[in-house]
């Protein structure tokens, strides 16, 4: 199986991404990435205004997919998720939706072993290990890997996990598929702004989608797709998942839209992803009890 190494990273999603490695459709093949962090962070003494903030959320990239062009939609495949032996989660002003409420920065490096995290002696959680960065080279603008979009990446969404699925547009040719930012577990909204921040090892398999045809990220789970939107507001990304959600319903159930709008309220949920990114993420569940298939 092909691996790509944690030491070929980028900062940026942008149209002219140079490859680092190239898999074929229908290759398994493993990433390993860096926390959020890239490593800067070793003990509980380092505060987060004493990294380099330039380079957080490094993704491990680019890999040019064979069979891939500008115009097709690439669906990933998330066989595994492998943690690192442990965690980070930082605190410090102006952090998070509360962060004019802290005061004192504080870092906190935490166990993770047997499948749990362990966050103190008598308070552990169990670990759902989730991609916060994931995505493929832009259509023209250049994106900081910090950023989410129509591309994919820092989306931290709690659903890009082992053994769901992730669609994305393809805008050049190859894809150009980064990620990184692993959580060992991430409640959504990422509300003090950070998940549990670990590195770790990403293992996929890329496939080609013929006759699908869409503008933002989906992602698909055993029971549900998920309509993902980033926007400068929830108000915009709400919107924005909604009509994407309508008008694939549509499409697929061959409804007219007054009755897909209809069956959006009655069946489907919105969910928030992240709200502390320079863009908000939403997404909307559709069941498959609904819509049992994307095409």
Request: charged share 20%; net charge negative; aromatic share 6%.
């Amino acid at each position: 199986m092909k691996k790509l190494e944690c030491d070929q990273t980028i900062n940026y999603f942008t149209p002219d991404l140079v490859s680092v490695m190239t898999v074929d459709l229908n290759e398994q093949f493993k990433v390993e990435t860096h926390d959020c962090y890239g490593g800067q962070v070793q003990d509980e003494h380092t505060s987060r205004w004493d990294i380099d903030r330039s380079i957080i959320n490094l993704a491990t990239g680019p890999i040019y997919i064979n069979g891939l062009k500008a115009g097709d939609v690439v669906k990933l495949d998330i066989d595994n998720i492998e943690l690192g032996s442990s965690g980070i989660m930082m605190t410090a002003k102006g952090l998070g939706v509360l962060g004019d409420t802290i005061q004192n920065e504080s870092t906190k490096i935490l166990s993770v072993e047997d499948g749990f995290v362990k966050f103190s002696e008598r308070l552990c959680l169990p670990v759902k290990p989730m991609i916060g960065v994931i995505g493929l080279a832009t259509k023209e603008d250049k994106i900081h890997t910090a950023s989410p979009g129509c591309h994919g990446g820092n989306m931290d969404t709690t659903d890009i996990t082992t053994g769901n699925s992730l669609y994305l547009p393809v805008f050049q040719d190859g894809g150009l598929l980064a990620m990184g930012d692993l959580h060992a577990t991430m409640g959504d909204g990422e509300l003090d702004g950070t998940g549990v921040e670990i590195d770790g090892e990403v293992t996929l398999t890329a496939s080609k989608v013929e006759g699908l045809s869409i503008l933002n990220p989906i992602v698909e789970s055993p029971d549900a797709f998920f309509f993902i939107a980033s926007a400068k507001t929830l108000d915009e990304a709400i919107k924005i998942a909604s009509q994407n959600t309508v008008d694939h319903l549509t499409l697929v159930l061959k409804e007219d839209y007054e009755m897909a709008y209809r069956l959006l309220s009655a069946c489907c949920d919105i969910r928030i992803s992240q709200v502390v990114n320079p863009l908000v993420t939403v997404r909307v569940r559709v069941p498959k009890t609904l819509l049992p298939n994307l095409i």
